[in-house]
T-cell receptor, first 113, second 116 residues
């Protein structure tokens, strides 16, 4: 019940296209859903995060869509660029400030010119 | 922004030696830090939660005597890999929670450990 599922495992998108990564969770106590971007040999960096009181959050080219009833959330990257090529992790945690974050298995995104 | 640093960024050691990795929050105080391990093309595996001034909480299956964690201050946590073996070779990443934040974790750049 602590798992966060993520798909696809890998994704190839043409430059200018839309990249979509989907995640699902079981634990209804989760109420904070961040996305992290990780480049090879680097630590993950927080990209965008959402809480269940909103269904969508947009920051620049990155949008999170959240479906509380389905316990699913997704990341959309609009106008994908080669510089977006990285591994993306969705994650979830409960509201307790110091609670651990559960990570999905990751999606390797390649944006080709 | 909130910056977390790690030192060293990479280390090579001989089997049987101990290696210490430092994690520092540079511009904020962090009562809680986390240590992760990541194998190539895999997700982050939480090893332990480090709380300032108290003993670390280890995840199931993580040997606490092998991976010693000390959270000496609000800005520093250390991970010591004792009697390292080749199977301990991995990418170790720390993260810190900003004191006033809502579980917003900031990650360090990671430390690549290679045990020969």
């Amino acid at each position: 019940q602590q798992q966060v599922k993520q798909s696809p495992q890998s994704l190839i998108v043409q430059k200018g296209g839309i990249s979509i990564i989907n995640c699902a969770y079981e634990n209804t106590a989760f109420d904070y859903f961040p996305w992290y971007q990780q480049f090879p040999g680097k630590g993950p960096a927080l990209l965008i995060a959402i809480r269940p009181d909103v269904s969508e959050k947009k920051e620049g080219r990155f949008t999170i869509s959240f479906n509380k009833s389905a316990k699913q959330f997704s990341l959309h990257i609009m106008d994908s660029q080669p510089g977006d090529s990285a591994t993306y992790f969705c994650a979830a945690s409960t509201g307790t400030s110091y609670d651990k974050v559960i990570f999905g298995p990751g999606t390797s995104l390649s944006v080709i010119p | 922004g909130a910056v977390v640093s790690q030192h060293p960024s990479w280390v090579i050691c001989k089997s049987g030696t101990s290696v210490k990795i430092e994690c520092r929050s540079l511009d904020f105080q962090a009562t809680t830090m986390f240590w992760y391990r990541q194998f190539p093309k895999q997700s982050l595996m939480l090893m332990a939660t480090s709380n300032e001034g108290s003993k670390a909480t280890y995840e199931q299956g993580v040997e606490k005597d092998k991976f010693l964690i000390n959270h000496a201050s609000l800005t520093l946590s250390t991970l010591t890999v004792t009697s390292a073996h080749p199977e301990d070779s991995s990418f170790y990443i720390c993260s810190a929670i900003r004191l006033a934040g809502y579980n917003e974790q900031f990650f360090g750049p990671g430390t690549r450990l290679t045990v020969l």
